[in-house]
């Protein structure tokens, strides 16, 4: 029986969605209840938010009725313009102002790939599948999350006092956190609403230093689908762990993932007030194509298409607090990792193992350099000299060498932050 790839397609979405919410740090962004929202996804991408302001209680009047003294102190005559003579009874008039701002979702991004023809259909399918998951959970979330994190970063602002910059060591850290949390409470953000996203450095301080230990506790939570985690608070603040490659501001986003811009620096913490900050998502129907209708070879392709964004309103920008490290992020994604061991012949050395990250990237080539590789991730690199996996090749009289994996265009995947020292025959 044919395959029905539409049928096909639609798993992989659900499969995806799933994953995508499972595997995200900030898929509890997502919870528009905070926001009055109308994301009609029928606009190309657009999403309506609504700005809500008010105005604040006012004296109740009541001519019919003796004010005992001192009770009633406030100006009500202001409310009627008659200094209170034969002022009307009841309610002041209070003003309400709602608005909807329309917003594009920034962010579409795409990729489609291609599985050469195997034995049967539903061998294909299942690889297809295969791909579709460790795509979403390689490259997906980890680019949402991140472009979530550098947006929500952007939106602080060192004037308005909702962003800084800092060394946090044993001895700041619980007041670095306190000045944060004053800062939300006095623009009326409850603890509960508060989400703490930590670095793993800061994590590590969290866990490793007993003065601040007391202050962490643990909290079972079920989800919407019934799965039971175990969270852990701070001072009532949910703890969220981001790996470093996800925690940066200034994102830039290339035609091979993402990765840090020069100005990028690590974050060391964000407090965000759930309510304040939207993550809206759409994944578009994962398309697959079957060999019966794919005319530029001869197999299967799966095409991937997601709009996302991260929307901070007008008026909730002061639910955001940002700890920004002095720390450049260069390196954190399209870094390299390399694992020598000595070679057989003098001066020789063999390439056992290579992790980019974030991990499983894919490559065309490996090159190395005696020199710093002055190219940049997502540039074109012509020098080096190309060696291979678990071969030996003879490093000179090298004890350290620079390393960049390269795609079929030359263009560099992942490269080692510094020279990489070498295990090589003496």
Known sequence: MAMNYEVVGKYLTNVIDEVLVH???????????????????????????????????????????????????????????????????????????ISFTLYQLR???GASFQIDEVDNEESANI????????FARRSIVPEVD??????????????????????????????????GFEWLTNHGVAEDNQILFVSTSVNTLLGTTPSLTRFITQENITSGKGI???????????????????????????????LPSATSKQLNYLIVDKRSALGIKKLDQVRVYGPNVVSDFF???????????LIVAKNKVVGLYASISGTGATGVVGGLSIATKAGAVANGTIIT???TMPVGMAYAKIVYSASAIAKNVGEAYTGGTEVYLNTEFSASTNTSLYFAVLDSNGVIVAKSTGAIAIDKKA
Do not use: C
Request: proline fraction near 1%.
């Open 23 to 97: 595997d995200s740090k900030t898929s509890m962004l997502e919870d528009d209840t905070g926001m009055l929202v109308d994301t009609d996804f029928k606009m190309a991408g657009w999403v309506k938010i609504a700005d809500i302001l008010l105005s604040g209680l006012g004296w109740y009047v009541n001519h019919g009725h003796t004010e005992v003294a001192g009770a009633n102190t406030g100006n009500y005559s202001a409310y009627n313009g008659n200094n209170g003579t034969n002022a009307r009874d009841g309610y002041p008039i209070g003003n309400a102002s």
């Open 107 to 109: 962010y579409k991004r």
């Open 127 to 134: 690889l297809g599948g295969k791909l579709a998951v460790d």
């Open 146 to 179: 991140a472009t979530r994190f550098s947006v929500i970063a952007d939106n602080t602002n060192i004037s308005l006092g909702n962003k800084v910059t800092e060394t946090l060591t044993v001895d700041n850290i619980l007041g670095n956190f306190y000045k």
């Open 228 to 258: 039971t985690l175990t969270i852990n608070k701070f001072q009532g603040r949910e703890i969220v762990v981001v790996p470093n490659d996800r925690f940066f501001t200034d994102i830039s986003l290339a035609d091979n993932g993402y």
């Open 299 to 309: 197999g299967t392709k799966i095409n991937f298409l997601v709009y996302h964004d």
């Open 353 to 355: 193992g290579l992790w």
